[in-house]
């Protein structure tokens, strides 16, 4: 899936990765993918962005960590993340509904 077609959504679907366990970026990128069953399967230059945009809205906090001697920067869901991903997650079931709704 290209990275357009989420246009107005993948800053819900990161902030749905991070609300399971606080992730590093790359890891975001992975777990996008895993769930997806490998269709977002997404460059850094798309999520990175998103995670950084994300956190300076305080959606998303960080924090750096070293594992294994590597540094990085492991992002976690605020409570303002939470709420604003419930209401993303009412704004997708309607719109979805809708959608469904004209096509079926």
Request: positive net charge; aromatic residues 6%; glycine residues 10%.
């Amino acid at each position: 899936m290209r990275a357009d077609e989420l246009k107005g959504h993948l800053d819900g679907l990161i902030l749905a990765v991070v609300a399971r366990e606080p992730l590093h970026g790359y890891a975001v990128i992975e777990a996008l993918k895993a769930r997806s069953g490998g269709a977002l399967a997404l460059p850094e230059g798309t999520v990175y962005p998103v995670l950084h945009r994300l956190e300076a809205d305080g959606l998303l906090a960080s924090q750096w960590s070293v594992v294994a001697g590597r540094r990085r920067r492991v992002y976690r869901i605020t409570r303002s993340g939470e709420r604003e991903l419930g209401v993303r997650r009412e704004r997708w079931h309607a719109f979805a509904q809708t959608i469904e709704a004209v096509l079926a």
